[in-house]
């Protein structure tokens, strides 16, 4: 049997196209995910691709009388990767204590539970650490910035919490991977972005505008110091993403990692304007976007792109995708998920 792999959120975004990545490195997932953001159809989605059926357990991560259960059912689990929590910015800042409550409790009762135990554990965290960085492309050595959001600010003291816990516990080896902008779909649009309600972020707000779920789309500002005056973001594939964390888990396997606790900004290095993404997307989908130019959005920081010569040089990892294969994926998976919805 190969490693085992738990990959928590593992019906969710970022998370399901871990589980399939994991598994054709020749690991074996297992997901647990309380379905609070996600569909259970997913599951059957993964399947198709990797042709094999995840072991599955829906829990709420805050129940540490059922983290606790797992754990002792599953001494076999060599490594953790940890997506579950909640990750809207507006909706944080409506709900500041559902969000560190989930947040936190989730991670600290799955830490508490695998204390007497050596675990790898790759956790989910995001560029929104570094807020608007003073020089770009900003590296892991950038200062970390106050959070804008309550989730942010839950991204930071999780950062914090998991520096502490590896220097206070030798069992842990931890890897926080701060994300720039997910985006697109797997090649085989069975699994992509699935957000709930309206979308908060551009990518499937566009995809939406343009299956004409959406009457137009609106830019958020065309007035910032940029290139075209609209915000610059560092947009990655999700399955380059995917594959970063698979590359984290080997890393620390292989005991190559040099201390308990590692960083790495997992981003392409490249810039990209809200209306490059938008052009982007019309050239290589061939589809004509309805979009208007509107007010600025509050939080938005005005640039943010990575600079992942870290990840390169010590995980391994390059970003492989480009913007014009995120924006095919996305539209290709927005086409099936209207077609077949769930
Ligand atoms: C991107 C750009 C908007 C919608 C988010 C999360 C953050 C992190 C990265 C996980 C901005 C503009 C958007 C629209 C627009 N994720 N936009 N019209 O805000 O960079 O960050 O992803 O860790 O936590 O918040 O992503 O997609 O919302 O916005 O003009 O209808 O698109 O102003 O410049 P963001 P986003």
Avoid at 3 to 27: C, Q, W
Avoid at 114 to 141: A, M, R
Avoid at 219 to 233: E, K, N, P, Q
Wanted: charged share 25%; proline share 4%; aromatic share 10%.
């Amino acid at each position: 049997m190969s490693t085992k792999i738990l990959v928590t959120g593992g019906t969710g975004f970022i998370g399901s196209h871990t589980v399939v990545e994991l598994y054709n490195a020749g690991y074996t997932p297992v997901i647990i995910d309380d379905l609070s953001n996600s569909s259970v159809k997913i599951i059957d989605q993964i399947e198709k691709i990797i042709n094999y059926r995840p072991e599955f357990h829906e829990f709420d991560l805050c129940d540490q009388n059922k983290v606790n259960d797992f754990v002792a059912a599953h001494s076999d689990i060599k490594g953790i990767i940890h997506f579950a929590a909640f990750k809207a910015v507006g909706e944080s800042v409506q709900k500041p204590l559902a969000y560190y409550k989930n947040n936190f409790f989730s991670l600290i009762n799955l830490l508490t539970a695998y204390k007497d135990k050596p675990i790898n554990f790759v956790f989910s965290s995001s560029c929104t650490v570094y807020g608007q960085p003073d020089v770009l492309p900003v590296t892991e050595e950038a200062p970390i910035k106050k959070a804008e959001s309550p989730y942010g600010n839950t991204k930071q003291i999780a950062e914090e919490i998991l520096l502490e816990t590896a220097n206070a516990n030798d069992n842990y080896k931890i890897t926080a991977l701060r994300y720039f902008n997910p985006v697109g779909a797997h090649s085989s649009a069975l699994i992509g972005e699935l957000p709930i309600g309206i979308p908060q972020n551009l990518i499937p707000f566009i995809t939406q505008t343009a299956i004409g779920k959406r009457e137009k789309i609106t830019v958020f500002g065309d007035d910032y110091d940029t290139a075209d005056g609209s915000c610059v973001r560092d947009y990655i594939h999700v399955v380059d993403l995917a594959k970063a964390h698979v590359a984290a888990i080997k890393r620390m396997e292989n005991s190559k990692s040099k201390d308990k606790y590692e960083v790495f900004n997992i981003g392409t290095g490249k810039g990209t304007t809200v209306l490059e993404v938008i052009h982007a997307f019309e050239k290589s989908t061939g589809e004509k976007l309805n979009y208007v130019i509107g007010p600025r959005r509050i939080g938005d920081v005005e640039k943010v792109f990575g600079d992942a010569t870290k990840s390169t040089q010590e995980l391994g990892w390059t970003a492989e995708l480009n913007i014009e294969d995120m924006m095919k994926s996305a539209w290709e998976w927005e086409k099936y998920i209207n077609n077949n919805p769930f």
